[in-house]
């Protein structure tokens, strides 16, 4: 008989105790049984009636010899080992538009993190379980290994060099552990890691927001692998240390800066591991939404009166599908059609809570399936280039990511931008040297 490990007892030792081999025939649909017991009505897995709607719309569908509709089955028919022998659990990112688009609701999302958390730890993804060890050794909970004290120094150097080349920003400040501050901001570790600069553009929107807001030199990186590899132990540890700084400082929101995974990590974390919080959890993107609105922040579309330039914009699964729905990818409408112009934004099809995901989401984009990530993408691909958009917006850093390589991979003429950055090119603020991800055509747009 198998022994399942149900506790998930610590990073180390979440596996299965035999050895997958002994699963499959004469196993009773064990994993089935227990799957079906770690999920509210049982995920709804007896009421799957194989329509093959959650294949359809799953990007996903065809890698590693499967789709949505034949791993549901399996599991059923108890197929054990031959689950627990595919990849493909983690070449899906559970962005939930299997469950969005089934008659059924079966919860195929849910199904797939409860097998993660059954792999031997040595054949799960090892990035991201790297990544995910190093975040619990640090107090910044950095998958990249930031220790506090690099964190403050890439922080103080970027904003110097931001009052020394910047007219008008001479005393930009970027607080850190501001006690009582309102808003504690979170910021992926990838930009302090690779592109610092692309850091600046948000502390000026702050700025120019009049925002009362903090980072915290503890738990601000938005990462949390241990969600995406159903690590509940790592998980969980990750939320208590970011909630711990959070209560610690006082602060009334947590704010994450356009990351999907961390977003719904700490939220789902803070109600599924019952931890005592009393802060919101909020995306920036509101706040965008609503300074714009208040005429704190002058965002102006006249800079692409006679460009007309156009832009679509990326609906991140884990943001909206998976937590606010529809009313945060109106609000980033909202804020997208503000800056460029109403008549040059031009919409996916499908978008909003039904939008494809783009394959990089909920951490897989740094998962050791590359090859299958840029085919799992090229959906998305399809769905940008039928808009004939220069650019893309991206909302979450992860999407931004994966774009970015679709767009090299396939050799497609658009660009890949930040929302901040055309948040300040709007506004006339965007630095030379925060200008990476633009074309030629808007290189020089704002300089003097």
Not at 156 to 178: A, H, I, K, S, Y
Request: net charge negative; proline share 3%.
């Amino acid at each position: 008989m198998t022994e399942i490990d149900i506790n998930n007892s610590s990073v180390e030792e979440s596996i299965i105790r035999v050895a997958p081999v002994e699963l499959g025939i004469g196993s009773n649909n064990m994993l089935k049984d227990f799957v079906m017991s770690m999920m509210p009505k049982g995920g709804n897995l007896n009421f799957c009636f194989n329509c093959g709607a959650c294949s359809s719309g799953c990007p996903a569908s065809g890698l590693a010899g499967m789709d949505p509709r034949k791993f549901v089955r399996m599991v059923c028919l108890g197929m054990d080992e031959e689950i627990m022998a595919n990849d493909w659990v983690w070449m899906c990112t559970t962005c939930n538009r299997c469950v969005h688009v089934c008659p059924m609701k079966v919860d195929i999302s849910q199904l797939v993190s409860i097998i993660r958390s059954q792999w031997p730890k040595e054949k799960r993804p090892k990035n991201i379980v790297d990544d995910c060890e190093r975040s619990l050794k640090t107090d910044t909970c950095s998958t990249a290994g930031i220790s506090v004290e690099d964190w403050k120094f890439i922080v103080e150097d970027v904003v110097d060099d931001v009052r020394q080349t910047q007219p008008g920003f001479e005393e930009l400040n970027v607080p850190m552990d501001e006690k009582y501050a309102r808003l504690f901001l979170t910021q992926n570790s990838s930009m302090p890691l690779t592109e610092p600069l692309e850091m600046a553009p948000l502390w000026k929107i702050l700025r120019l927001a009049g925002a009362d807001w903090t980072y915290g030199s503890q738990g601000w990186a938005a990462e949390n692998f241990g969600y995406f590899l159903a690590d509940n132990v790592a998980w969980e540890k990750i939320v208590r240390k970011k909630t711990e700084v959070v209560e610690k400082l006082g602060c009334k929101v947590l704010v994450n800066t356009e990351c999907g995974h961390d977003f719904l990590a700490v939220k789902q974390g803070l109600e599924k591991f019952k931890i005592s919080h009393s802060f919101e959890v909020k995306s920036i993107i509101e706040y965008y939404a609503d300074w714009i609105r208040e005429g704190r922040l002058r965002v102006n579309s006249d800079w692409n009166l006679d460009l007309k330039i156009k832009f679509t914009i990326q609906d991140p699964c884990q943001l909206v599908r998976k937590s606010y729905g529809d009313f945060i990818a109106d609000e980033l409408r909202f804020v997208v059609k503000e800056a460029v112009g109403e008549e040059n934004f031009i919409d996916m099809y499908p978008n909003r809570s039904n939008n494809y995901c783009c394959g990089g989401g909920g951490g897989a984009i740094l998962s050791n399936f590359k090859e299958e990530r840029l085919a799992y993408g090229k959906i998305k691909l399809e769905q940008i280039l039928e808009t004939g958009a220069a650019y893309c917006i991206t909302p979450c850093n992860n999407c931004h990511g994966q774009i970015l390589d679709l767009s090299h991979y396939y050799h497609a003429r658009f660009k890949t931008i930040h929302l901040w950055t055309i948040l300040c090119l709007s506004m006339g603020i965007l630095g030379e040297n925060e200008r990476k991800y633009l074309g030629d055509d808007l290189a020089m747009v704002g300089l003097k």
